[in-house]
């Protein structure tokens, strides 16, 4: 779940917080959006479907998605007992639980992502873009840095990535796209951070190879 805190308090301890949404699993990404005070998330979907539950190669690699989501007071996303399948739209009851891949069961009416990614890509950071030297198409949308994934085999890892989100009028479109990747492979950047500086460059943290990336636009 997530969480809310005072943040003008120290020594703080869980009974002293407020549980603000559940049903979340490893929602390691989350930024407040600009000008709205809204709370959003991307977290890591569940992983193994394919070597303990006899979900086929493809199904364990494509699934469940990364979720990208708005988080609201009181939001259930279905976590443990749930998962969002992507291709369907819609969540699904996990295996442990009786779920066979199609049965929703318990899982109606539990929260839903905005944006269902790829399964297994990891999400690290989100950064909302206020800044203006990228041009109004990227202003409003969100950065997504993607650490990549350890467990699609025998098909191929993917996630390796920074993807831009973006939005109109306050909410996501529904589209994605790749902004950063590696000129060294597929699978040589594990981005772990993501920022927009105060001159609305972006920059791009890199686990694996301990570097920090700016990137600008050029005029």
């Keep these: 779940g997530v969480w809310r805190f005072s943040a003008s308090r120290a020594r703080q301890r869980e009974a002293d917080g407020t549980r603000y949404a559940t049903g979340l699993r490893n929602a390691e990404a989350l930024a407040v959006q600009p ?3 809204a709370l959003f998330a991307a977290m890591h979907g569940r992983d193994q ?13 494509e699934l469940p998605a990364e979720e990208f989501m708005r988080v609201r007071p009181g939001d259930d996303f279905g976590w443990p007992y749930c998962y969002y399948d992507q291709r369907q739209g819609k969540n699904v009851l996990a295996p442990e639980y009786g779920g066979d891949g199609r ?5 109606a009416g539990k ?4 944006i269902g990614f790829p399964g ?9 873009y206020d800044g203006t030297r990228f041009g109004p198409r990227y202003q409003g949308g969100a950065f997504v840095a993607f650490h990549g994934s350890w467990n699609r085999a025998p098909l191929s890892q993917e996630g390796y990535r920074v993807d831009f989100v973006p939005f109109r009028d306050g909410t996501p479109t529904g589209q994605y796209e790749t902004f950063a990747a590696s000129q060294d492979g597929p699978t040589a950047l594990r981005a772990s951070g993501v920022a927009v500086g105060a001159d609305g460059s972006l920059y791009i943290a890199g686990e694996n190879s301990g570097t920090i990336w700016r990137v600008m636009a050029l005029r």
Excluded: K
Aim: aromatic residues 12%; glycine residues 14%; proline residues 6%.
């Design 35 to 37: 000008g709205t005070g």
């Design 49 to 61: 479907l394919g070597q303990n539950w006899g979900f086929s190669d493809e199904q364990n690699a």
């Design 103 to 107: 049965a929703v069961g318990r899982c």
């Design 111 to 114: 929260a839903t992502p905005l």
């Design 120 to 128: 297994h890509w990891a999400p690290m950071a989100i950064a909302f």
